[in-house]
């Protein structure tokens, strides 16, 4: 918790949906928090989703 | 060598994780409850070794390179930081936020990687390297997707006085929303 640091967050899996670590986007609330956080959740998801698959993760 | 020297020695070395300062013989017996002689035998071979250095000026003991290069090797052998290197770093260009990767490591959240969108700002970004999970959101993100006896665990063993009741809500953090209500409602268990 940082005063004036705002910050979202996903998870990245492996094989057989193993955690594997998690990914963060930060910068100052009125970056992470405006007009822009739908479009910055989906990006980072979509990153950590294609890292995911990097390592192994598979929907299937 | 034996084994009591060797936990001390790391009891020693664990210090510094929790104090960026450096730290003088009289802290170091005084945090870890052991006479001064015996620290300041086992800081002296530290130091021969460079796990510890010594700033002449005050006398005091810091993190040495040996402690970086090792870390560093640790960081190269990763493989999620090899292989989401290359996207954190797309990612903090695209957007122009900093993106970091971070393992879950013995109940906290150990930053692995660092990405900027400018170069020229990342010592002023250096954070952790071990942040609580509770208060950040990629810990948030990590508990959410825990073992259920590994985040029981956790909860357990989280220091209420350090995690006030209102941090979860105060921080300043979203929760991504597919991970919040199952973050919420496990972590209330």
């Not at chain 2, 936990?7 to 070395?13: F, H, Q, S, V």
Request: aromatic fraction near 6%; hydrophobic fraction near 40%.
């Amino acid at each position: 918790m940082i005063p004036g640091l705002a910050a979202l967050g996903a998870p990245v899996f492996g094989r057989n949906r193993t955690l594997m670590g998690a990914m963060s986007l930060s910068e100052t609330p009125v970056k992470v928090l405006g007009k822009r956080l739908d479009r910055l959740s989906y990006e980072l998801v979509r990153t950590a989703a294609d890292i995911s698959r990097e390592m192994g993760y598979s929907v299937a | 060598m034996n084994i009591q020297s060797v936990r001390r020695a790391t009891d020693i070395i664990s210090l510094f994780c929790r104090s960026p300062q450096p730290l003088g013989i009289t802290e170091i017996a005084t945090a870890l409850k052991l006479n001064k002689g015996t620290v300041w035998g086992l800081v002296t071979t530290l130091e021969q070794q460079r796990f510890l250095q010594q700033d002449p000026s005050t006398r005091k003991y810091g993190v040495g390179p040996k402690l970086f290069e090792l870390g560093m090797v640790y960081v190269g052998s990763l493989d999620i930081n090899a292989k989401a290197a290359r996207p954190a770093q797309a990612l903090a260009a695209r957007t122009g936020l900093n993106a970091r990767i971070g393992i879950w490591d013995n109940g906290s959240v150990l930053i692995t990687f660092l990405a900027v969108p400018r170069s020229e700002d990342y010592l002023s970004h250096q954070l952790g390297p071990r942040v609580p999970a509770y208060c950040s959101a990629i810990g948030k993100a990590l508990l959410a997707y825990l073992e259920p006896a590994e985040l029981k665990n956790y909860v357990r063993n989280l220091d209420t006085r350090a995690a006030p009741s209102q941090a979860a809500s105060s921080c300043g953090s979203i929760w991504l929303r597919p991970a919040s209500a199952v973050t919420r409602s496990r972590a209330r268990r």
